[in-house]
Nanobody
Framework: VQLQASGGGLVQAGGSLRLSCAVSGRTFSAYDMGWFRQAPGKEREFVAAINSYGGSTDYADSVQGRFTISRDNAKNTMYLQMNSLKPEDTAAYYC??????????????????WGQGTQVTVSS
């Protein structure tokens, strides 16, 4: 399965961005999906995850209430709507997929497939 993340950019604090992750190669609805981010000099960290049919989600405490993860299985695409962005949200954002397991994972080691990063920069 191939993942292609897009939608990053430069935005002022308080602004919004929507990231997309297009998936090809296998049945999209068979995969639980997640978003992770990595800032320079820091480890990759969990942002949000969604199960295969979109009925269950999980968020990092740092983004709860500001970010919304969603997916459109008909379009083979996952989204991350990011509102009220802060400078500390600056990072490369990665989408990831794991074959359906019945659980939502926050550990990046559980994910089998990764897209390339898309850079999000929030200026103060």
């Amino acid at each position: 399965v191939q993942l292609q993340a897009s939608g990053g950019g430069l935005v002022q604090a308080g602004g919004s961005l929507r990231l997309s992750c297009a998936v090809s190669g296998r049945t999209f609805s068979a995969y639980d999906m997640g978003w992770f981010r990595q800032a320079p000099g820091k480890e990759r960290e969990f942002v949000a995850a969604i199960n295969s049919y979109g009925g269950s989600t999980d968020y990092a405490d740092s983004v709860q209430g500001r970010f919304t993860i969603s997916r459109d299985n008909a379009k083979n695409t996952m989204y991350l709507q990011m509102n009220s962005l802060k400078p500390e949200d600056t990072a490369a954002y990665y989408c990831a997929a794991v074959l359906w397991s019945g659980s939502i994972y926050t550990d990046p080691l559980k994910y089998h497939f990764w897209g390339q990063g898309t850079q999000v920069t929030v200026s103060s």
